[in-house]
């Protein structure tokens, strides 16, 4: 069943012009370490991979129907990446300890002027009007 899904574009260009501590608020020490591994790449480059990022933050905090809260917080929203480069998204903290049980998938593109990030929540697990047959009797 399908929790929730939801998609937002970032801005490529605007991620250039965030200081320190907009970086440390919105990102998580995983991304800011692989980050900083982008030290010599070109601008465009850093600026794709912030965005991107924050695209999925974005994405699922309107998966998650809330947007961003106390316990669904920006920077205990990590995206990663398997040996093949698929990314896959990795919570911490409140968030992950008020997270529904489900699965995240994911997919994420950048191309300028933006980055796009889709996600959707799918559970196996009943939805709470689905219980007991739910108000009408169906399922």
Known sequence: MILG???DAVSIERTKKLSPRALQKMFSPAELEAYSK??????????QFLASRFAVKEAYSKARGTGFNAVVVPNEITTAKEKDGRPYVVLSGKTLDNAPR??????????????????????????????????????
Do not use: F, Q, R, W
């Not at 982008?38 to 600026?47: F, Q, R, S, T």
């Open 38 to 47: 982008l030290e010599n790449a070109h601008e465009d480059v850093k600026a």
């Open 5 to 7: 899904i939801g998609v």
């Open 102 to 139: 489900s699965v995240i998938h994911l997919s994420l593109t950048h191309e300028m002027p933006l980055a796009i990030a889709m996600v959707v929540l799918e559970t196996d697990y009943p939805c709470p009007e689905c219980v007991d047959g739910g108000a009408d009797g169906k399922v």
